[in-house]
């Protein structure tokens, strides 16, 4: 039998095994710079980071709990462990260290996001009581065989119309344009994905940081949409290059 261990995961020793598994289990590359930059962006509301190691010191898996910024009685979180690591008691012990941090900060709700290609991942929440919330699909475009040639008809009457088509590159990516992103991100999201009457980000600053100022925000690739009759910004898009 393993005997496992655990102890507060470190910034230097454990961020790139942190990483690493993020980039396997969320099925999307995760460096360990942007991890780190995460942590600092959130640790104020964090109240659970671990690690589980074996006799040998071989980190197995972690978890990570979060309060939401939207209601500090609610904690989103993860348990994660190394595929050739599992079902030796790791994401048990995991999951019932966190559990017992969030009783003693008196957490109400504890929240998780499966995948859906992880059925025992999805086995092991329900043997604990979760139940889907909610259910979210990604979609991926593959541009080597996509025929856009469809679309070229919309986007010439679109520019007759006043819409003019840019970047934030070309925009010059400046602390102005920056804040009129900042407000066109915000009203798109505030329809969609938080509660009524809340924000994603708790100001421009805030928008600054965990955006414009991450590795992975390319200002050659924040497609605009502006009405040059108003002035307004109408839409937009991201395009990102992950580097793994």
Same mark, same amino acid.
């Given at each position: 039998?393993?005997?496992?261990?655990?102890r507060?995961?470190?910034?230097?020793?454990?961020?790139?095994?942190?990483?690493?598994?993020?980039?396997?289990?969320?099925?999307?590359?995760?460096?360990?710079?942007?991890?780190?930059?995460?942590?600092?962006?959130?640790?104020?509301?964090?109240?659970?980071?671990?690690?589980?190691?074996?006799?040998?010191?071989?980190?197995?898996?972690?978890?990570?709990?979060?309060?939401?910024?939207?209601?500090?009685?609610?904690?989103?979180?993860?348990?994660?462990v190394?595929?050739?690591?599992?079902?030796?008691?790791?994401? @048990?012990? !995991? /999951?019932?260290d966190?559990?017992?941090?969030?009783?003693? #900060?008196? &957490?109400?709700?504890?929240?998780? +996001?499966?995948?859906?290609?992880?059925?025992?991942?999805?086995?092991?929440?329900?043997?604990?009581?979760?139940?889907?919330?909610?259910?979210?699909?990604?979609?991926?475009?593959?541009?080597?065989?996509?025929?856009?040639?469809s679309y070229d008809?919309?986007?010439?009457?679109?520019?007759?119309?006043?819409?003019?088509?840019?970047?934030?590159?070309a925009?010059?990516?400046t602390?102005?344009?920056? @804040?009129? !992103? /900042?407000?066109?991100?915000d009203?798109a999201?505030?329809? #969609?994905? &938080?509660?009524?009457?809340?924000? +994603?980000?708790?100001?421009?600053?805030?928008?600054q940081?965990?955006?414009?100022?991450?590795?992975?925000?390319?200002?050659?690739?924040?497609?605009i949409?502006i009405?040059?009759?108003?002035?307004?910004?109408?839409?937009?898009?991201?395009?990102?290059?992950?580097?793994?």
């Open positions: 039998m393993t005997t496992i261990t655990l507060p995961a470190e910034l230097e020793r454990d961020f790139g095994q942190l990483a690493a598994l993020f980039s396997l289990e969320q099925d999307e590359p995760s460096l360990e710079s942007g991890l780190k930059v995460d942590y600092e962006v959130h640790k104020e509301r964090i109240i659970r980071l671990m690690v589980a190691e074996d006799e040998q010191g071989e980190l197995m898996g972690f978890n990570w709990a979060t309060r939401s910024r939207f209601d500090t009685n609610q904690v989103y979180f993860y348990v994660m190394k595929p050739e690591r599992r079902r030796q008691g790791a994401g @048990r012990r !995991l /999951y019932e966190l559990e017992q941090i969030a009783n003693k #900060t008196q &957490v109400k709700q504890l929240q998780i +996001s499966i995948r859906d290609n992880s059925p025992e991942c999805k086995s092991f929440a329900e043997q604990r009581g979760f139940i889907e919330q909610s259910h979210y699909i990604g979609l991926a475009l593959n541009l080597d065989t996509f025929d856009d040639r008809e919309i986007i010439t009457k679109l520019k007759g119309e006043g819409i003019q088509f840019t970047s934030m590159e925009l010059g990516n602390e102005e344009m920056q @804040r009129k !992103l /900042y407000l066109l991100n009203s999201v505030m329809e #969609t994905i &938080v509660p009524e009457d809340k924000h +994603s980000w708790l100001s421009f600053d805030d928008f940081k965990k955006i414009c100022q991450m590795d992975w925000y390319k200002p050659s690739g924040q497609m949409a009405d040059t009759v108003t002035g307004n910004w109408a839409a937009m898009s991201a395009i990102t290059r992950y580097e793994g």
